[in-house]
Structure formats: C-alpha cells, structure tokens
C-alpha cells in the first residue's frame, strides 16, 4: 500500500494573522485606504481577503481582494459617515476593527458666546478647514438670527485657515459663520447686559497735594537734601525754626469714630525686662489724686457708667471725669524706672511714652482714650508715614527723606492744632487718616525704629525745632505717597478746593516714578466701582458708559461725563479729591473707566 502525503496550504501550516491599519480620521470628498497584511508565521502569505463594514450588529462585505507575495494589499472607501471595519481571510480569520470617523470636507468652527456690557464691543473668531488642513485664503460671512431667519451681517476674509470681527450688539443676539453651500458653523450667542460696575484704571497713591514720600526718597538717594526735597515740593518755603519744643498734645486712640465696642482693656508691661510701675490718676478737679498704683504687669477693663469713664482693676472700680493711667520710664512719672508700654484693645498702636487720658465724649458709650505726648519728640516717634528702613538705604542717605518726613508731620501737626482742639475726641490730632497715622511704640520700637528715632532727633534741639515756614509763618505741609503717571504734583485749589496757596502749587515731579521700591500697585492700579454709585453722582437712571473729559494741570481728573442707556448724557466737574473720595480710589490720576457686567 502507498501512502501519499498531502501538505496542508501555508495559512494553516503555521499561525495565521491578519491585520487592518490605516487612518482613523476620513473626510466626505476623499477616500480612505487602508493595508490589510495576511501573515502565515513571520512570512507574508498570497491569498483571497475581504472587507467588511459593521452595520449594526451585524458586518457585511465590502469588497474583495487578493494579496500579494508579500501578504498585502491596499483598498480605498469612501463612506459617508463614521464606519467600522474589519479585514477577513479566505480562510475566515479576522483583524481587529478600526473605526473611521469621518468629516465633512468643509469646516468652519466658531469662537465661544461671551456677556458683554450693553454699548461695547466683542470679537467673534472663526476657523476654516479643508481636509483637516487650514484654508490658505477664503471669504465667508457672518449671519445673526433675526426672527426666524439669518441674515448677514458682514464678509470676512480667512487667511491661513483663521478669520475675525468685531461685532457690537444692542440687545443679546445669536451669530454664526456661514459659507452658502459649502460651510456653516455652530451658533454662538453674545449676551448683552447693562453694567453692574466699572472698572477704573491709574496710578498713583493719595490726593497729590504737596510732597510725595516716594519721590522724597528717591531724592534722597540721589544725594539731595531734606531741605533741598522740602523746597522742591513746597516752591517757596524754607526750613525754619519753631521755639516750643515742649509742648504736649493729645492724641486719641481709642474711642467714638474709632470703634464701636463699648469697653476695652489698657494693658501695662515692660518694654524688655523688669517689673514697671504703674497708677491711676483721678485728675478730674485741679486736686490730682492717686486712686491706685502697683508695680508689674497689669491689665484695666475701661467702659464708661452715667457718661463718666470707669476703671476696673481686679475688684475695684474707680470713676472720675477724667482718668490718667501712667507708668514708669516716662516724663510724666518715674523716669529712670523700668520702661513699659500699654496697649488699648482695639487701638492700632502701643505706647511707651506720655500717658493715657480717658474721659467721655457727649453721652457716647464708648470710652474715650488719648495719648498725651510730647509734640517734637514723642509723638514724631510714634508717626508711621514712611518706612523707617528708607533711612539705612543708600548708604545712609535715605535719612534725608525721614528727615524731611519728620518735619512735614510736625508742621501738619502744628497747624492742626493751631485750628483748635477737637471736643469731638478731646484731643488735637486722630492716629489715622483724619490726621496722621500714629501707632506709637509699635513705629519707635519696630524694626530700624531707631532709624526713624535718628532722622527726628535731626530736626529738634532742646530750644527749637525745624518747621517748614512761609514769608515767616508756619505752613500747612499736606504730604501723600506718590505721584501719578504723568509725574506732576497737583495744585491745592485744584485737589482741595481751597484758596489758591503759593507753595501748594504743582510741581514737576520725575523722582516718584523712579524710586527704589514704589509698589507696582502705585505705578498702574485697578479698581470697581458700582453702577449705583456713579447713578448717584450723575444723578442718572443708570449709567452705560463714563469718559473722562477734562483733567487738571496735573494730569489728576476733573471732569467726567456719564451715558445713561437711553443715551443721556451729563457731565460733573469736581475738585480731584473730591473724586477720589467719592469713588473709592487710591489717587485722582486715573486714565480709563470701563464697564462691565
């Protein structure tokens, strides 16, 4: 018997595989080709496949075709929509599916709808592509919804598949691009609003009027002087000579217009070590009399009972019209004693020399407490208007400009009281922003606080100390931090109001803008402001827009005009303080006013 042996065809003599590889992206006006390999072991096999699209559950031929020597073979689609396929062999062996999503030719995409404030403008962008690839030139147009139809608006050119304009609706309103026959986008819908506040650009820190701190240091650091600073910012002034050193002045710290508490703590303790004396003084009648004392810490509860200021230390309670607390390493009890400082809950300061008053203001419940210090020293010490570092910069010429600082809040100070003393506060000057920024012991004592200690001791002696004067006669030093972009100081009748005052005049000022650490958020600031509070000051409906109209010499805004949405129109000229006040704003040099939603 012979036996005769047959070999089996190549596909099953060894693994069979077959794979399906091509894009995965088609587009409508294209075919797609795709490489279906027939593999028999590592060698390419010739033989009969097919393609097969899956429709829905089910897959169904497409086509066939016969591989190559080396196992391959191209075929070419072109669906309509996104399809699935798969390669099969003679043999019923199958690849894995590959998805081919497909695109239309043409496509045109759209930027995103966005709010806008009713009376500005936007910009719509579109992107057009053929293929995948971008459009080298082309014209489309942009269409809005008007009713039930779209109607075009405008044409704009695309250039390297990329095309834009600026639209500025009235009412909110649907867009898309479109080009007839070929191409549209999606909608997009710009929202338009009436501004619930504005947005107000500047520069600059405080009203602007006389010295700016800022540029003072700059100064200093390029070599000048505190007299040579103090003449450049008050034109015409002269570094005089005051012959009162010793005179007291009050300072309120704590009380009615300050705070809204009704009791506070004044709190005794060593400046470093020791245990400091303390008393209590009654000095409510022209007999003072001692109503405590003691040594070491201490702590009082201060509120006020039938109008009157009233002291709780431990148990005990001590009332007067007019109550002293007052402790050792001071001028006013135990000078060579321990030295202490109190603090007031609620004050923004600590206090190492003078005393405290407390006394009640016209019925108010909250007690009232004044630092009674020594005008040319103390209470210089404790003034926090300028960084007492700036007078270790520069080699030490930075001291200049603390100098200067020094004596332009002494003849603030001066001129304050000269006016009268406040029944308001039973005191000459606030430690804010009413008058001075006074923290006391926390400026003497903080960091480089003998710096500042330095720069005041400069401008005081025992017989006198040096005041800015006028043909003679003390004058009113205003001071602010720095100058605004246009780098001119403003003139008192312009920012205040005022009568014109000679050396309150503006001033050029290049030296703000190049000093050494100015805040960047005093070069170029932003801020909000409500629509309700620029309807108030036009005395508008509601206000759409706001430009600026006039400025003074300075550069600082004067006048401004408001749109109301139905289009009325009005203008207000103020003084420039008066605008930055009203509007909540770091100065009056500011350049824009936007709205927004």
Request: positive net charge; contains cysteine.
């Amino acid at each position: 018997m012979v036996t005769t042996f047959v070999a089996p065809p190549p596909a099953e003599a060894a693994t069979t595989h077959v794979t399906l590889s091509g894009p995965s992206t088609g587009f409508t006006d294209k075919s797609t080709t795709f490489t279906i390999m027939w593999k028999a072991g590592t060698a390419g096999h010739r033989g009969k496949v097919a393609l097969d699209r899956k429709s829905g559950s089910r897959w169904k031929r497409v086509m066939g075709a016969t591989t190559s020597a080396k196992g391959t073979v191209k075929v070419s689609v072109r669906p309509s929509s996104t399809t699935t396929y798969r390669a099969r062999t003679s043999t019923g062996k199958t690849s894995a599916s590959v998805k081919l999503s497909v695109h239309a030719a043409y496509w045109l995409g759209g930027s995103a709808g966005t709010t806008i404030v009713k009376g500005t403008s936007t910009r719509l962008s579109a992107t057009y592509h053929h293929d995948g690839k971008a459009m080298p030139t082309a014209t489309i147009a942009l269409e809005r919804y008007s009713g039930s139809a779209w109607v075009r608006v405008t044409t704009l050119k695309i250039t390297k598949g990329k095309g834009s304009v600026t639209v500025t609706p009235t009412v909110t309103t649907k867009y898309r691009f479109h080009k007839p026959g070929v191409a549209t986008s999606a909608s997009h819908t710009i929202t338009v609003k009436p501004p619930s506040s504005f947005m107000i650009s500047g520069s600059g820190y405080g009203h602007g009027v006389g010295m700016s701190q800022y540029g003072a240091y700059a100064m200093a650091l390029d070599g000048y002087s505190a007299a040579k600073i103090l003449k450049t910012y008050y034109p015409g002034a002269t570094v005089g000579a005051s012959t009162n050193p010793s005179r007291r002045i009050g300072v309120q710290v704590y009380g009615p217009g300050s705070d809204s508490k009704t009791t506070t703590t004044i709190t005794i303790a060593p400046t470093t070590t020791g245990k400091p004396k303390w008393r209590l003084i009654n000095a409510s009648t022209s007999t003072v009399k001692t109503l405590k004392s003691g040594s070491g810490p201490v702590s009082m509860k201060v509120a006020i009972a039938s109008h009157k200021p009233k002291i709780t230390i431990g148990a005990a309670s001590y009332t007067g019209t007019k109550l002293e607390v007052q402790w050792s390493g001071t001028t006013l009890y135990s000078a060579s004693g321990v030295a202490a400082y109190a603090t007031v809950r609620g004050a923004q300061g600590t206090y190492h020399n003078g005393e405290l008053v407390i006394t009640g203001i016209d019925g108010k419940s909250q007690p009232n407490v004044v630092n009674n210090v020594l005008l040319n020293t103390e209470y210089l010490y404790g003034i926090d208007e300028m960084p007492s570092s700036w007078g270790a910069s520069g080699s030490g010429k930075g001291l200049q400009a603390l100098e200067a600082q020094a004596i332009v809040a002494r003849g603030y100070a001066v001129q304050t009281i000269l006016r009268s003393t406040s029944t308001a506060c039973n005191c000459n000057l606030y430690d804010d922003t009413r008058s001075q920024n006074y923290t006391g012991w926390s400026k003497q004592g903080g960091s480089y606080g003998s710096t500042w200690k330095k720069a005041v001791d400069a401008t005081t002696t025992k017989t006198s100390d040096k005041i800015l004067t006028y043909k003679g006669n003390f004058i009113e030093t205003t001071y602010f931090a720095a100058t605004g972009a246009s780098g001119r100081t403003g003139s008192n009748q312009d920012v205040f109001g005022s009568t014109k005052i000679a050396y309150l005049q503006g001033v050029a000022d290049p030296y703000t803008a190049k000093a050494a650490g100015l805040p960047a958020a005093d070069k170029a600031w932003t801020d909000t402001v409500s629509e309700a509070t620029l309807s108030k000051i036009f005395d508008l409906p509601t206000v759409r827009s706001v430009t600026i109209t006039a400025k003074y010499g300075s550069g600082q805004v004067k006048t401004l005009k408001a749109t109301s949405a139905t289009g009325t129109t009005k203008s207000v000229t103020r003084v420039a303080d008066s605008w930055r006040s009203s509007l909540g704003l770091m100065s009056d040099w500011f350049t824009k006013i936007t709205p927004h939603v």
